[in-house]
């Protein structure tokens, strides 16, 4: 039996359809009701996480219980084997990589057997919405044409985790992309902000990727998106 987490939208929703034998922790749930039931899981994978990027100026108790609090109790449940998904994002100091580091550290202090995946930018049918939605959309974004990012499919994800791969993995396309070129696969006339945004990936975290994704560009993932959109 498997233990998963937001499963409500995004990755989380895309392995509660392709995963058996699963329970979902969701917000009618307690770490205190599951440890009182007595059960034990093969594995637990915890997606869930608050994305939005806060400023410290506006940032409330509820996004680090969230993001590390809810991290901390679940590492009590009886596993076998702690799967969590954080971000390549870690590397920044912003609240959310910071938040991802936090959670990291406490799943590696904890649990015995883990994997611990930092994946590039997501995309897949149950994505809420976001730039790369609204992009698909026709709608206008906040970030400017030039704008750099990394997308990798949830399918990829998948096949990490049902690899039996432990310790750490970095989930990238090995070639990044703008917002005008998402625009013009997409055939989008976009009207873009000021904020410009360049994903960091470095080459230590390409040589991480153990194996996973290494040919594909963000241009292929996206393509491979629009052939499997629903």
Known sequence: MILLTGASSGLGKFLSKNLNNIDLFTRNNTVQDILDSGKEYEAIIHCAA??????WEDVTYEYFDDNTILTRQLV???HKKFIHISSIDIKRDSIYGIA???SERIVDSYSENTLIIRPSGLIGNEMKMNTFRKIQAGEPIALTATSMMNYV???TILDVILSDSTGLVTVTA????????IAELFNKDIKYGNIHYEIDISDKDLESRSGFN????????IQKYITNYE
């Open 153 to 155: 499919n949830y399918s």
């Open 214 to 221: 290494l040919d594909d560009t963000s241009k292929d993932n």
């Open 76 to 78: 009590t449940i009886p």
């Open 50 to 55: 608050s994305i939005s990027h806060a400023s």
């Open 100 to 102: 991802k580091r936090i």
């Open 174 to 181: 090995s070639e990044d992309i703008s917002m005008k070129e």
